[in-house]
């Protein structure tokens, strides 16, 4: 029901800031949780943020303050604007969609890198 593609990964120094978007397509995606996710080598997968169809927000503890998600549900994008970014930051960012009635996110894009050098 959804598809989605991630854009906006790249190589930057820590301290700086990268924005990330996750274009959308399906008629039910102001309906979807959206969630960006980060996976380092060696490392298990990690929600970092998420936003919900009525626009709240959660956010993983070691992002709080500086990343912040948010969705335009007119053009089906979602984005990641991440400041003061940190070497641990690093890795595959995924978007990711769940409907409503599903525990799980359903729908993955193919991920985009990031890397952020000291």
């Known amino acids: 029901q959804v598809q989605l593609v991630e854009s906006g990964g790249g190589l930057v120094q820590a301290g700086g800031s990268l924005r990330l978007s996750c274009a959308a397509s399906?008629?039910?995606?102001?309906?979807?949780?959206m969630g960006w996710h980060r996976q380092a080598p060696g490392k298990q997968r990690e929600l970092v943020a998420a936003i919900v169809s009525g626009g709240g927000t959660n956010y993983a503890d070691s992002v709080k303050g500086r990343f912040t998600i948010s969705r335009d549900n007119v053009k089906n994008t979602v984005s990641l604007q991440m400041n003061s970014l940190k070497p641990e930051d690093t890795g595959v960012y995924y978007c990711?969609?769940?409907?409503?009635?599903?525990?799980?996110?359903?729908?993955w894009g193919q991920g985009t890198q990031v890397t952020v050098s000291p």
């Open positions: 990711a969609a769940r409907a409503v009635r599903k525990i799980l996110y359903d729908y």
């Open positions: 399906g008629r039910t995606f102001s309906s979807y949780t």
